[in-house]
């Protein structure tokens, strides 16, 4: 995922496109794994050689000094590699990708000191831990059998790919090590809780596809701006705040979010701009888009459509209403008064 600060423009259906995507990839994902679970005693043990890597290496560079030169990019996919052992020699690496082979073990990375980027998706891995790697920027682990997020913890690490992997509760993303930690994605897992992502730098976050029923331990994400919700069990919107004062995209599409009273939870969130509600229970009532526009004054896009003049200024009278009529109970003197016999 890219890094998007702005999102002055929004697709009115890219959201779903993008969606409908995923999810095909995500079940030819399950075939390609389910598949390799049949038959993960039949791997022939690979190893990576000299060769593979003289096919594989490219981009010439200068080393550290100035002085030498080495290739620093490496693609050795779809391979059937079951061991990197050799990658321990091969010092100046920075772009490294192993993905789609049957890799068990990725420690021979963690002497890449070098390393900027890695690609290890498709493999048969179970953690994603690695020694600290001071220069990884990007690391894709998806679609492997990683069941924990323990061992993740390179400083200037800004964008993390755990998708599609057997993840059921966050631990070990320590905010004081992952600095610079920006977008993590972790779609298609099988995530109880958002307990444990107290990432203060994250920008973009995606958790579609969990079994999540509610949010919780993100309210002092100050710099997310785009989180993505969509296919979970949320059936209330609580765990929303103020302190999540970036976020303008909510994806909350195809949870069971019944009671339209929710909406109001989400009126303290001042930048929110687009909401997706689709294939949600409350979106069935006839009233639905008009609430919306009363809770969050702000918004710009609802589902699919943008918000109409009219219907802004319909909310805006609503909400004005509102208020007096709040305003006239919390001050009920006057009634009292007027209710007084007067004395002679």
Known sequence: MSDEDDLDDFEPDQDDLEKEDDEKDTEDWEDYRK???????????????????????????????????AYVKLEVKERDLTDISLLRSYIHLRYVDVSENHLTD??????????????????????????????????????????????????????????????????????????????????GNQLESTLGINLPKLKNLYLAQNLLKKVEGLENLSNLTTLHLRDNHIETLSGFSGEMKSLQYLNLRGNMVTDLGELAKLRDLPKLRALVLLDNPCTDETDYRQEALVQMAHLERLDKDFCEEEE??????????LKEDQEQEADPEHDEESDQPSSH
């Open 312 to 321: 802004r200024a319909e909310a805006s009278e609503i909400r004005q209403r």
């Open 35 to 69: 598949e390799g679970e049949e038959y993960s005693e039949e791997w022939m043990p690979t190893l990576l050689t000299e060769d593979m890597m003289k096919e594989g290496l490219s981009l010439l560079c200068k080393t550290g000094n100035g002085l030498a030169h």
């Open 106 to 187: 990725l420690s021979p990375l963690s002497h890449l000191t070098h390393l900027l980027w890695l690609k290890a998706d498709g493999n048969r891995l179970r953690s994603a831990r690695l020694n600290e790697l001071p220069y990884l920027q990007i690391a894709s682990f998806a679609y492997n059998q990683i069941t924990d997020t323990e061992g993740i913890s390179h400083p200037r690490l800004g964008s993390l790919d755990l998708k599609g992997n057997r993840i059921h509760l966050v631990t070990g993303l320590d905010p004081q090590k992952l600095i610079s930690l920006h977008t993590l994605e972790l779609r």
